[in-house]
């Protein structure tokens, strides 16, 4: 009797705690809110990557002449920013790596997580000068399908820009530095001639984009090239310069001779994407300087294009990697501890039934 009555008990109780699983836990939450900020920083560049790469038919990159490689590279943008970007802010708000910090580092730092902003108002600036410019052109006006996504999808651009920003900052103060010695007179001319001459042609771009953004919402053009020299020019190039610089050392210093096949495969495949991902930038700078000469905006652009792409490519390898050996993302338990801890003794009460009889 006992034996026909104990687990008919037992799977009525596991019923009820399954129908009673709350779906709206803590580690669902935090994949639900990667997904919503991977999926707005897809649809945010989408627009982005459709204007700036039109601008690039004036230098003989016309992506648009062709339907098919025009429908790729949107497919591409769209599919390649979406997961990754996931990917890396849930990594980032599951992170549990500790940093000993000096006081001064923790001044700096927080410094420096505030001026993440400003970086990041290089493509809000895109993406709403891409809406505002459609807008016109259509004569719209009110809160039409322009304004409507470009305000549902800057949030979510926002916080996947600051939190890239904020785990570089992280790896440019707390990172072992003597992994980034430039050893070779050749790698120190490289490194420091690429990262001046990028210097130049980021503050452009930023400070065209930011001063185009602020006309397009009325205010004066030379007070906006003011606010887009100050934000853009000075304080978001001069961050995200920073970090360029530290990781073209990288590219220098570290060993790849232990990469894997996979590792390998997945690195050319990040430094492509690197590259796709840096021409928005590289066009809103062309764009600022399209009276300059050729041989002038080459010599500014080209390594410009380099760092960044540098850049976007380690970002991407840093979110897709294999997991270190030290490194563990914890996940809560789908079924309560007391819950398991209760049917493992029913199961062995079960047993000592079962040895009984």
């Not at 490289?190 to 984009?209: K, N």
């Not at 050729?294 to 080209?302: E, G, K």
Request: charged residues 15%; proline residues 3%; glycine residues 6%.
């Amino acid at each position: 009797m006992i034996i026909n009555i104990h687990p008919i008990i037992f799977i009525h109780r596991q019923e009820n705690n399954l129908s009673n699983y709350n779906w709206l836990n803590k580690t669902n939450f935090k994949y639900f809110v990667s997904g919503v900020v991977g999926l707005g920083s897809g649809l945010a560049l989408m627009p982005i990557f459709n204007k700036e790469l039109f601008s690039l038919k004036e230098f003989g990159i016309d992506v648009h002449a062709n339907k098919t490689i025009f429908a790729i590279s949107t497919i591409n943008t769209m599919f390649i920013i979406t997961p990754t970007t996931t990917i890396s802010f849930y990594k980032f708000i599951n992170e549990n790596k500790k940093y000993e910090e000096t006081s001064k580092q923790k001044i700096l730092f927080k410094l420096g997580v505030l001026l993440t902003i400003f970086p990041a108002m290089f493509q809000v600036s895109q993406l709403w000068n891409v809406e505002l410019h459609d807008q016109k052109i259509s004569e719209s006006s009110g809160f039409d399908e322009y304004i409507a996504w470009a305000t549902c999808t800057t949030t979510p651009l926002l916080a996947n820009i600051i939190v890239k920003n904020i785990k570089s900052l992280k790896t440019f103060m707390f990172e072992p530095k003597q992994n980034y010695e430039l050893d070779s007179l050749g790698s120190k001319i490289f490194v420091y001639s690429t990262t001046c001459l990028s210097i130049i042609g980021r503050s452009i771009a930023y400070t065209h984009a930011i001063k185009e953004f602020f006309t397009n919402l009325g205010l004066d053009e030379n007070f906006s090239l003011s606010l887009g020299i100050i934000f853009g020019g000075l304080i978001g190039s001069s961050f995200n310069g920073a970090i360029e610089y530290n990781v073209t050392k990288k590219l220098f210093s570290e060993n790849h001779n232990n990469l894997s096949a996979k590792e390998l495969t997945l690195g050319i495949l990040c430094v492509l994407q690197g590259g796709w991902f840096s021409l928005p930038t590289i066009s809103d700078g062309l764009d600022a300087v399209k009276d300059w000469q050729s041989f002038i905006q080459a010599a500014i652009f080209l390594p410009t294009f380099l760092t960044k792409t540098i850049h976007e490519s380690n970002s991407l390898y840093e979110s897709l990697q294999l997991k270190k050996q030290n490194e563990v993302i914890l996940v809560e338990p789908n079924i309560e501890n007391n819950f398991i801890q209760e049917d493992t003794i029913n199961l062995v009460g079960n047993n000592i039934f079962l040895e009984d009889i």
